[in-house]
């Protein structure tokens, strides 16, 4: 089965800028360390997932539709760093200059357009690996339809599929849109129930299998469970319509642009040169394209190529 490595580009660049220290500077001396880290995790995926096809998506940085549901949605988080922005355009210059399809939509986060690709790939019976940060995007885990997340820093890395996020979480990728309903998500800065933790959210999945269902069945909870339910059944229901990753955005997969043999390491190499980065130039150009490059024969499943966590 062919492969497409989706990335989430605002989440892998924020990492990698944690990752490694603010000393990288290109001729102009605009700092690229969260630049330089980024490509080095992408050589470093493209050596290990060995995809046929690749894309990487960007939030644009306007409103999104989540916002106009909650004014509080992403109201906590802190503003990128002053060195860090600048690096966000020089990363999709660069990244443009190779050839990679970029894809950003305004009203739009990164994690639709990643989960409207995934579903357009499943129909051309692609297998898809999606790289973030995000857990809200196990939710997409299926059969053709994996979540690697660095673990630590850029180098570490665990692949989920259904069994994994089952053993990890303790629901289905199905049920992950009623957990989060039910715990909030703090980074995203939305409530769910009050007093309502992963192991007690979990344990009511398991047992009515729906949001839904569980408030269908809100009587035969104790009356300690079904008065929190009760009380913060509207923030609930806010909380999985803001979880819930569309499918359906207007973004259009043109496979043939995506195809991995189009990224030469001929063209890596130019952007490495240019932005000083001599050893990930000297990595591209060591080993010929035929082994450096994703090959087209996929013998093995992800699963069995990858850790999982």
């Known amino acids: 089965m062919q492969r497409l490595l989706l990335i989430d580009g605002n989440a892998i660049l924020h990492r990698a800028y944690h990752a490694y220290p603010p000393t990288f500077t290109d001729k102009e001396g605009n700092p690229t ?14 050596e290990e997932v060995k995809p046929q096809y690749l894309a990487i998506a960007f939030d644009k940085g306007a409103p999104t539709f989540r ?10 988080r802190p503003q990128l760093a002053n060195d ?37 790939a499943k129909k051309e019976n692609m297998e898809t690996i999606i790289v973030t940060g995000d857990r809200d995007l196990l939710q997409l885990v299926n059969g053709q339809v994996h979540i690697l997340m660095p673990l630590l820093g850029i180098t570490k890395t665990a692949l ?9 979480y303790g629901v289905k990728p199905s049920q992950f849109i009623d957990y989060k309903a039910l715990v909030g998500d703090a980074s995203d800065n939305y409530p769910g129930i ?24 809100i009587g035969e909870l104790s009356p300690q469970i079904g008065e929190k339910l009760a009380i913060d059944a509207e923030q609930a229901a806010l909380a999985k319509k803001l979880a819930t990753i569309h499918t359906d955005a207007p973004v ?30 000297k990595r591209v150009e060591k080993a010929p394209d035929e082994d450096a490059k994703p090959k087209k024969k996929d013998p093995q499943s992800a699963s069995a190529q990858l850790e999982l966590l």
């Open 33 to 46: 360390n969260a630049v330089y880290g980024f490509f080095a995790m992408l050589i470093k995926l493209l």
């Open 67 to 76: 916002m106009e549901l909650y004014a509080g949605y992403h109201a906590n």
């Open 84 to 120: 860090l922005s600048p690096q966000i355009p020089i990363l999709q210059d660069a990244l443009r200059e190779i050839g990679i399809p970029l894809y950003g939509i305004e009203g739009y986060e990164a994690d639709d357009l990643l989960g409207t690709l995934s579903v357009l």
């Open 160 to 168: 989920f599929d259904a069994k994994r996020v089952e053993e990890k």
């Open 194 to 217: 009050t007093g309502i933790g992963p192991k007690t959210a979990a344990g009511l999945l398991q047992q009515y299998g729906s949001f839904e269902n569980l408030y269908t069945h």
């Open 252 to 281: 259009h997969f043109n496979a043939k642009e995506c195809q991995i043999e189009l990224f030469t390491s001929e063209k890596f190499a130019k952007e490495f040169d240019r932005l000083g980065f001599s050893s990930l130039k």
